[in-house]
């Protein structure tokens, strides 16, 4: 497998107080089934869709309980080094760079804004196994109450390229890899329509194969519908929370509607 670029997405997982509860509403909405729990590495547990790895839920550790959320991993050949521009570019380290046994290394840091994201070089652990189909990872999006802060601070910290969405009223930011030029994550400025205890954060968008289905299921099982379901050029997609609190998304790839959007180089 070759080495994912710089800034890559390149994994998700959450804490959940009820681990049980999370992976039975995640087993309905996405379909996921689960791995043997690890207790040598926090009773860590894989999820995965038609046997492919996709994401990861753990219980806290003691003192660390709270509001359940995912977290987003992108991709470092040399976690010293990320963290290192991390700090430089005014970012928080949270968890300093840990060997997880040869499956990797990973780090947690802050962004200036406020939103936390994980550092992970891969070891035996690569990543995601399968993306960008139903029940994996398809895409996230930095909600951001300073995007200004948060755009200098992703493209000195990776090897980004943003570019803004032209001709409109959205202030919505693709971040693609300078070297292959695939779009790798977005941007978006938090509004008034935020309540104002919610911080900046990654939002973490899953594939499914009906996004009105999965609604239902999501809501059926104790899920908040935040917004939607919409089309978009991306897709069908609806933003939810779980009955533990943490924000996600599903999007239906497969049903998009509407011309895509221009794109204009910002950096």
Known sequence: MTAPAEGTPIWADAMFGEL??????????????FGETS???????????DGKAVAAVVPPMPGQEGQSAW????????AAATVGRIRENGGEVLLEPMR???????????????AVFGVWQGGTHEGFEATARPGAYCWADVFSREPEKTDAFLTAVFPYRAQRMADSEVDFVVFRNREGGDPVLGR????????????????VNFGVDDCDAAVR???????????????TPFGRFAALSDPQGAAFTVIDMARSEGPMPKLVDVT
């Open 71 to 78: 977290c987003l991993y992108l991709a470092s050949s040399d």
């Open 188 to 203: 978006m400025r938090m509004t008034e329509d935020f309540p104002p205890e919610v911080p900046s954060y990654i939002n």
């Open 217 to 231: 299921r999501a809501t059926d099982r104790g899920g908040v519908l935040r917004f939607g379901p919409m089309d």
């Open 20 to 33: 049980e509860g999370a992976k039975s509403f995640y087993g309905d909405v996405l379909g996921w089934t």
């Open 100 to 114: 997880v046994g040869d499956f990797g290394t990973m780090a947690l840091a802050r962004e200036p804004a406020g």
């Open 39 to 49: 207790s040598e590495y926090g009773n860590y547990t894989q999820a995965f869709s």
